[in-house]
């Protein structure tokens, strides 16, 4: 069949593209335009079949599961689904000089149903945060700042996306039910419509469209310590003990900006005199069992040696420090110097702070990236994508000379980003109750937005007082759903916060949800590896897992984290219980295994060292055992919680943590089901062929006073030893 359809709609002509049954491209242009390489989608459309019908101006072109009719008399374009459609009804390029460049503005408008919701777009956390979870009656700007992220994905309650693969600053106005859409510059506008009918669907075609997401190293899911800065050699090392004395599970510890010192800006060295041996100082901390996560800037200071070899190779965007992503050479001559410098003397991953970019130290909150000229081109037609670019001469790099797998940590993002193992935050946010509040709508947005991995800075990053009451309470709330985001990671300026900096009563209560953390990693790493094999998400708005439940939709501050746990944050000060909606079906509060049925609110108990988590009949929850210090330590013992109910299945996976040989194999799958009528358990098989050794397993079946909380049950129902071989127990 042909690779594309083409139409003359007006003035334009229009290209339908079927990449697969539940995928339609899109691609709109003036007739001299030509197509250009995509830098966001990677895949060409699958051997799909499809049908093209004409009915005098109508021409009608249907798969399987979409019927898209484009009326040329009327200029409408309608995709229909099986209980649903939208309408394109207007698409225009308006000419425009932008800096002396002839350019369009693109504009396009769609009609919207009264009842949809509308997510994703992106993450949008700090001074811009008003614009909610759902985007129904705001206006969306799709521009990188700190704090925004800017992505190009729109998903819809009605079980359907919208990518655009346009790069420049976008603006989308919900305004009643119409959607109007405005790109700065381009020389096309493309799309492409991606139905589900599950929001799940969505975005594994999105990931197919843009790249799977890899699995991310297995520290990555462990609790991160970080702060502007740690300032010395000596203050790290020290840190990173201090951790081990108390007895505090962590696995990752991070070198904010500044340890070049007299060096100049970035200048990818530390400063003798407060660093005087970085190899023995990533040494001692990896005796600790702990990793070490660096900053680094895209821009170098002028002062620097390294600003002279990267100007003097033509690797700087003109009159900026800036490392030129744009070109293939100045990438790969980026990695190299990250290489020498960092990778070589055993640093873990990468902090790409600033990657908008800051187009000299310290522009934060601005757009000063539109007016630079990149390979003879401007900025302002490719103003979002910089980040993208930057992190994949990171990756790329980085799997070129090792099988390690790449972590980087950055505060801006793109799609297709999820494909070079970005963890995105939210930049620097404000330690208030508004800011935490808003982080639910912008983590929740990002990850609906086909990203993966988000968290944000625990606590806010300009931080409170540790020995104040109120910044205390913030704290507390603020790290116990920090422990229910994908990454858990604490930073802030102004003042340091480990867990022992708050004292005593508050220590208690970080700690015991940093073990909580590590009690869930069995859970948390197999959700990563339906990341990567399924393209899961794990933070999760409830329209995701309740799609028919109308109430579950409206919910802004509760979520699933994976399939099973309902996370219900206090984001309010003195407050000791809330509302909690559940939706339909039988949860039990993981408290107290008290037993609920949903489809209601109900009061809950909230007090200080307690965040309200209910989990989903039909439940298996793999827990290590509460002796855990880091993610890489090999788990022999697993408690096995049953919420009894309904029937289950979860696979847990397991597999060396660190590099790529999962990609050929090289894993445990471990198929576990629960028959709840017959009251029978099925370990199956294993699956993959990573070594493994003998598992216990300890079965609870969980209910009112038993299998609850943090600590392990002392009374399983069942214990069993388990070598690989499928193994069935009836439990009375």
Known sequence: MPSHIEIRLGPY???????????????????????????????????????????????????????????????????EWHNGSLREVRRE????????????????????????????????AGYSAHVGLNYRGRTVYLAQRNTDIAIPLMVSSKGYGILWDIYSMGVLEFRGNRLKVWFEAGDYIDYYFIYGPSLDRVIASYRWLTGNAVLLPKYAFGYWQSKERYASQEEIVSVAKMFRERNIPIDVIVQDWRYWGKHGWNAFRFDESVYPDPARMVKEIHDLGIKVIISIWPMFGEETKIYEEAKSLGHLIPNTGLINVFKDESRKWFWKKIEDAFFKIGIDGWWLDATEPEVKPMLVYTTWQHDLVINNERMFKYLNVFPLLEARGVYEGQRGVSNRRVLILTRSGFAGIQRYGVINWSGDITGDWTTFRTQIWAGLNYCLSGLPYWTTDIGGFFSGNPKTEGYKELFVRWFEWGTFCPIMRVHGTYYPKEPWRFG????????????????????????????????????????????????????????????????????????????????????????????????????????????????????????????LRNAMERINSIELRIYPGKDGRFDLYDDDGETYNYERGEYTLIPIEWRDRDRVLIIGDKKGIY????????????????????EKERMPNNIVSYKGKRVVLEIP
Do not use: C
């Open 93 to 124: 390029f308006k000419e425009v000089d932008i800096l002396g460049i002839k350019t369009y503005n693109l504009l396009q408008e769609f009609l919207l149903s009264d009842d949809e919701a509308i997510f994703g777009l992106g993450q949008h």
């Open 691 to 710: 070594p493994l050794h003998e598992i216990r397993f300890e079965v609870v079946i969980v209910k009112e006073g038993k299998g609850i909380g943090i």
């Open 504 to 627: 005593s009563d508050v220590e208690k209560i970080l700690v015991k949800y940093i073990r909580l953390r590590y009690r869930l990693l069995p859970y948390i790493y197999s959700l990563a590896w339906k990341v990567y094999s399924e393209g899961y998400t794990i933070m999760r708005h409830l329209v995701m897992d309740f799609p028919d439940d109308e109430e579950a939709l409206k919910v802004d501050d509760e979520y699933m984290f994976g399939p099973y746990i309902l996370v219900a944050p206090i984001t309010t000060p003195s407050t000791y219980s809330r509302e909690v909606y559940l939706p339909k079906g039988i949860w039990y509060d993981f408290w107290s295994g008290r037993k609920y049925t949903g489809g209601r609110y109900i009061n809950v108990s909230a007090p200080l060292d307690k965040i309200p988590l209910f989990v989903r009949a039909g439940a298996i929850l793999p827990m290590a055992p509460p002796t």
């Open 13 to 79: 002509k229009t290209f339908i593209s079927v990449y697969a049954s539940n995928i339609i491209r899109i691609t709109h242009m003036p007739s001299k335009g030509e197509l250009k390489e995509s830098l966001v989608v990677i895949r060409k459309p699958k051997d799909a079949t499809y049908h093209v019908e004409d009915k005098g101006k109508i021409r009608i072109i249907s798969t399987d599961e979409l019927k898209a009719t484009i009326d040329r008399d009327e200029g409408v374009i309608e995709i």
